[in-house]
């Protein structure tokens, strides 16, 4: 079982940046594949990046990619997303997701076995 808590969500005008940060618990942090996803009001939730366990490939939703930088600190047990060039269309609630049943990066919701509770993240024009 692994819990996962996110933290780094805000307002930021447009442009501007935020780091949002994950930590899980438990000693098998490595074993897992962790991802970023964001749900918007009205939307279906959507992946947004991933990371592999041993931080050797990443993956990122192309609405993201430039702007976005996830990362991972195995021996903190911490999952990062760094996000630059904030636009209000990224403005959704950020999940952190981890997987286990599978070692490559997957944008499949339904791969990950376990979610945070979510952080806000508000970008205003």
């Known amino acids: 079982q692994v819990q996962l808590v996110e933290s780094g969500g805000g307002l930021v005008q447009a442009g501007g940046s935020l780091r949002l940060s994950c930590v899980a618990s438990g000693r098998t942090f490595s074993l897992y594949t962790m991802a970023w996803f964001r749900q918007a009001p009205g939307k279906e939730r959507e992946f947004v990046a991933g990371i592999s366990l041993s931080t050797s490939y990443t993956a990122y939703a192309d609405s993201v990619k430039g702007r976005f930088t996830i990362s991972r600190d195995n021996a903190k047990n911490t999952v990062y997303q760094s996000m630059s060039s904030l636009k209000p269309e990224d403005t959704a609630v950020y999940y952190c997701?981890?997987?286990?049943?599978?070692?490559?990066?997957?944008?499949?919701?339904?791969?990950?076995?376990?979610w945070g509770q979510g952080t806000q993240v508000t970008v205003s024009s």
């Open positions: 997701a981890a997987n286990r049943r599978f070692a490559v990066v997957t944008a499949t919701e339904g791969a990950y076995d376990y």
